[in-house]
């Protein structure tokens, strides 16, 4: 995997993060489950909070923020293995601070805030010290095309006023969540492209009313959680918008690539503990007077499981050196490239996984159905397969304009 392979720092900081899973997330995963059971399901989860203290004494800490003096500074090259390691326990981004929408808008707050966002906001963010939310799809539009985006953002003296309805708003659900940037129209009569702004909206304004949360295949992923929000006559300080008027589409773009590309590592790194788990399964079971391992019909997903793996990871690998080498926009197509294969092959893996541990692979004794409902969401996160196929396919066809 010649020019592919991670850095000596990478590598070595990949070992450390196994060893801290085998030591600390594995042996928890069902303790995890059993306390976001107990009590307020939205609270914070004490094994987390007890976990990231040693996660951040152990330099495991901020390890996707790139070329930035608050992270590990690691390319995305660099971070594609520990993504990948961390996507394996669902909930062990977090332990480490790298857990999505609080990359996203910390990269955001980052590239884009003003030295008072970055007090008020990045600074906690970046200790861990709260949670955040990006709010952007809505519930009465087609919100693969963002344009549709109806919220509207209006200038009133000194502040913003904001009206509308957003759902499937992740970490807006935890206790600790404090801020959420929000994508709305300032200006329905300017271009397409600049009719959007971004802003940012604390958690406690008057005006903001959680209304549910929604399920993903019965899941309500507490106490992260995917929210529907109203929001009426929100009334927020001009100077808590981002760039300015019209900026919005131009924030996405660097937004979102790098939050496309993690989801995917996560996904290589689910599907693998899937196929472990189905390996395992098939070794020990005998039906119909033989192992399961020695029926030709699991022989042959698990080999095609581990040819899907291992296509997906290479692909994701060229797209992160891509964004690393020639920038996010020049790398649009691997980026939806990943986007479209890495969470269909994670569903199949999985699936197939499912299939070989016949009713536990489906009932809450098992990681898998949770897993299933997980890559089947992220083929809508961050941009439907449809969208994603149809800009790869004009940029394919550009090139023989």
């Known amino acids: 995997m010649s020019g592919l392979d991670p850095s000596p720092r990478a590598a070595e900081l990949l070992a ?7 030591e600390h997330l594995y042996p928890n995963d069902a303790l995890y489950y059993e306390q976001v059971a107990q009590g307020d399901r939205w609270a914070p989860v004490p094994l987390i909070e007890e976990l990231k203290p040693v996660a951040r004494a152990a330099g495991l800490w901020n390890l996707f923020l790139p070329e930035s003096g608050h992270g590990a500074g690691l390319s995305n090259l660099d971070y594609a293995p520990l993504c990948e390691e961390m996507g394996r326990v669902y909930w062990s981004p977090a332990v480490f601070n790298c857990a999505a929408p609080d990359t996203g808008n910390m990269e955001t707050l980052e590239r884009f805030g003003t030295e008072e966002h970055k007090e008020r906001w990045l600074k906690p963010l970046l200790e861990g010290e709260i949670h955040s939310a990006f709010a952007m799809t809505e519930p009465a539009v087609a919100s693969s095309d963002a344009t549709n985006i109806e919220t509207r953002i209006v200038r009133d003296g000194d502040d913003y006023v904001i009206n509308g309805r957003k759902w499937w ?11 959420m940037i929000l994508l709305g129209k300032t200006d329905p009569d300017a271009p397409k492209h600049r009719q959007q702004s971004m802003i940012l ?6 005006g903001v009313t959680v209304l549910r949360p929604l399920t993903v295949l019965g899941y309500d992923d507490a106490p992260h959680g995917h929210m529907e929000i109203l929001f009426e006559d929100v009334r927020v300080p001009a100077s808590n918008l981002l760039l300015g008027e019209g900026r919005g589409f131009e924030i996405a773009q660097a ?3 790098p939050g496309r590309i993690h989801h995917c590592m996560r996904m290589i790194g689910m599907a693998e503990r899937a196929l472990e788990a189905m390996c395992r399964r098939v070794k020990g079971r005998v039906a119909f007077g033989k192992p399961l391992a020695e029926q030709g019909v699991i022989i042959e997903r698990i080999a095609n499981a581990r040819i899907m793996i291992d296509q997906a990871r290479l692909l ?27 969470p269909s092959m994670a569903a199949q893996v999985i699936d197939w996984a499912m ?3 016949g009713g536990l692979g489906i009932s809450q004794d098992s990681f898998l159905a949770n897993y299933y409902a997980h890559a089947r969401k992220i083929r809508f996160a961050d941009g439907p397969d449809e969208v994603h196929r149809h800009q790869l396919g004009k940029l394919e066809l550009a090139k023989y304009a």
């Open 16 to 22: 450390r993060l196994r060893a801290f899973m085998a």
């Open 169 to 179: 708003i992740s970490g807006m659900g935890a206790a600790d969540c404090a801020i």
């Open 201 to 206: 909206v604390p958690r406690d304004t008057p």
């Open 255 to 257: 937004r979102l690539g």
């Open 316 to 342: 994701t690998l060229q797209a992160a050196h891509r964004m690393d080498t020639v920038g996010n926009k020049a790398a649009k197509a691997e980026i939806a490239m990943i986007k479209v294969v890495a």
């Open 355 to 357: 299939q070989a541990h």
